[in-house]
């Protein structure tokens, strides 16, 4: 059986400010099987935001244990951010986890995935999923030329763009704002 899967995620750091966002899309297959689904999420009362991208399920389960993590280290985003990594890659069960996620505060943005990467950008952006090189580049150029513009509005910008070319990113957008 298929998997329900395929997502643009994007987060950006603009100006003292970290947004992430998403597209609504689940597609099986290559058919679109829901338009509204919200895959960014907000842990520890909206203080730490989280994008997940790949199979529902297995992303649900990364979620939890991100968030059981975020607990047990009382907030330190990185150190449960990298515990779970740990964990991702060598737990038999986790391993088999076909997901990837971005968690965000405010002064932080990682990608964390199951080889057991966590990824810090050097250029204040980060995207997964099927649509991900083309908000990634999207958010690049704003960033350089659109400095205007805040970073939810980047995001908002970065995943119309992703939407208009990638089959699997739609535009019913949730935008997230980390906050202090």
């Known amino acids: 059986m298929e998997k329900i899967h395929a997502t643009t995620v994007v987060a950006i750091r603009h100006n003292g400010q970290i947004s992430i966002g998403a597209d609504g899309q689940a597609t099986l297959g290559n058919t679109v099987v829901k338009d509204y689904v919200k895959k960014v999420r ?7 935001l989280c994008g997940f991208a790949g199979s529902t399920a297995d992303a649900f389960t990364l979620l939890e244990r991100f968030e059981e993590k975020l ?52 250029n204040d952006i980060l995207s997964i999923g099927s649509g991900s090189m083309y908000a990634q580049s999207a958010a690049a150029a704003l960033k350089k030329h659109a400095t205007h513009l805040s970073a939810p509005e980047m995001v908002r910008e ?8 990638c089959i699997y990113t739609n535009h019913n957008f949730v935008i997230e704002t980390a906050v202090a």
């Open 42 to 48: 907000k842990l520890m009362e909206g203080k730490v």
């Open 158 to 165: 970065s995943l119309s763009i992703a939407a208009d070319i």
């Open 71 to 122: 607990n047990t280290y009382a907030g330190n985003m990185k150190r449960a951010a990298i515990e779970l990594a740990k964990d991702w890659r060598t737990d038999r069960y986790l391993r088999k986890l076909e997901a990837m996620m971005i968690v965000v505060n405010k002064d932080e943005l990682l990608l964390i995935s199951g080889t057991g990467d966590v990824i810090e950008p050097d």
